[in-house]
């Protein structure tokens, strides 16, 4: 079963994704997921100029060797483009090795461990009022876990809260509406201030829990914004409204500062979504500083090495909490279901759930059943990917925003 043909595919339904279709020199495809938000071209090079000629004519059996060929015989190892790059062929080879077998990729991975994999949605709301509708709307839709991000008094636009928020509240972080309507396109930039953010969250949880009891989990997301005290103080302030966990509380690249926050609190701690390999968690799993591992298959080189981190988190008792966001495309969602049910640590996915228009170029199978997620038993991965579709959605240049604080000092988004 040799590689005929490896093609690099980019097309912006909504938003830009860039996906790897292989196929074998018996007709079977696999898809991966290379999308890299706001750096999509350079990814979509890589493949076509320097990996795809590498893989005609490989064995599409050997998925370890492919990986272990592209990762160490590149010499320059590891970042978000090289990562994503190699994350797209692993995970086209694992869909077609599990073709090839005739089952699911959980099966292969395993087989199941659960029934579902429990997920969470994203409320949010310019104001409390809002926010409250917002979750209301996510429980209606079926969600057993939601995320709480909401506007900051004082502030015109922040993470997780569009502008022109409404109670639906899913696709406001990330957005692919941000495309620059002047000639040079740039990114747009936001004002932020922690020291509000910080006053105004607990009062936040604090009517959240009043309006919905204590049951429901609650999660939050930092977005690398704090220092390490600060986010010690705020994991503190939240101990009262039992948090599933508080994420990305200070810059993901000073594994250290979680040592400082964890000395502090007793709130859940998760990071991991900018990380792209398992040397990015080796204090923060060893130590047993974090309780979630964030990353994301699309960016950490593919279902294998995924696996293994999940594996080496497994040995800490540290669970799954897979990014899941809509710039990680269908394919990359499904990659990451599949994981989500084979794996013992599973602890919750991410499922913002994609455009209208992403669904008809990526055609899934997975569904989404009282607040848990079920990768299809289609054999592979369980998606499609429609070419003519595909080409009425041709590449936009977008760009995630950029943060300054009031004084104009550039910060962390
Ligand atoms: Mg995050």
Do not use: C
Not at 105 to 120: D, I, N, V
Not at 153 to 158: M, N
Not at 229 to 242: M, N, T, V
């Amino acid at each position: 079963m040799k590689i005929r043909s490896a093609e690099t595919l980019v097309t912006s339904p909504g938003r830009n994704f860039v996906t790897l279709r292989i196929t074998t020199d018996d007709g079977i495809t696999g898809l991966g997921d290379a999308t890299l938000n706001g750096r999509e071209l350079a990814v979509a090079s890589y493949l076509r100029d320097h990996v795809v000629p590498l893989l005609i004519d490989r064995d599409a059996a050997r998925i370890e060797d492919t990986w272990q060929y592209l990762y160490r015989g590149a010499y320059w190892r590891r970042g978000p483009v090289t990562m994503a790059a190699i994350a797209a062929v692993d995970t086209a080879l694992w869909d077609i090795k599990a073709k090839a077998a005739g089952m699911p990729l959980y099966q292969l991975l395993g087989g199941a461990s659960r029934t579902g994999a429990l997920a969470y949605g994203h409320a949010s709301g310019r104001d409390v009022p809002e926010l409250l509708d917002s979750v209301r709307a996510h429980l209606a839709k079926g969600y057993r876990a939601i995320r709480i991000q909401t506007g900051i008094p004082g502030l015109d636009s922040v993470y997780g809260v569009a502008a022109s928020s409404a109670a639906g509240g899913e696709r406001y972080d990330y957005e692919p509406a941000r495309r620059s309507t002047t000639a040079v396109n740039r990114p747009v930039e936001e004002v932020w201030d922690t020291r509000a953010y910080l006053r105004h969250l607990p009062n936040v949880f604090e009517a959240v829990r009043a309006e919905f009891g204590p049951e429901l989990p609650l999660l939050h997301d930092g977005h690398h914004r704090m220092t390490p005290i600060q986010a010690a103080k705020l994991g503190k302030a939240l101990e009262p409204y039992d948090l599933f966990w508080l994420e990305d509380a200070t810059p993901g690249e000073d594994q250290a500062a979680l040592r400082l926050i964890r000395q502090h609190t007793t709130t859940p701690l998760a990071i991991g979504e900018v990380f792209n390999s398992v040397y990015d968690y080796t204090t923060l799993l060893g130590e047993r500083l974090i309780d979630y591992v964030r990353s994301a298959v699309t960016h950490t080189g593919g279902v294998t090495p995924m696996r293994k981190l999940l594996d080496f988190a497994a040995v800490y008792g540290i669970r799954s909490g897979l990014h899941g966001p809509t710039d990680i495309s269908p394919v990359g969602m499904a990659a990451a279901l599949h994981l989500d049910m084979a794996v013992h640590n599973f602890g919750i996915q991410e499922y913002m759930q994609h455009a209208a228009q992403t669904l008809e170029v990526f055609r899934t199978s997975y569904t989404f059943t009282d607040g848990l997620l079920h990768p299809s038993d289609t054999p592979g991965i369980g998606v499609t990917y429609d070419d003519d579709v595909a080409a009425t959605f041709p590449y936009e240049p977008a760009y995630l925003p950029v943060n300054r604080l009031k004084d104009g000092t550039v910060h962390d988004w």
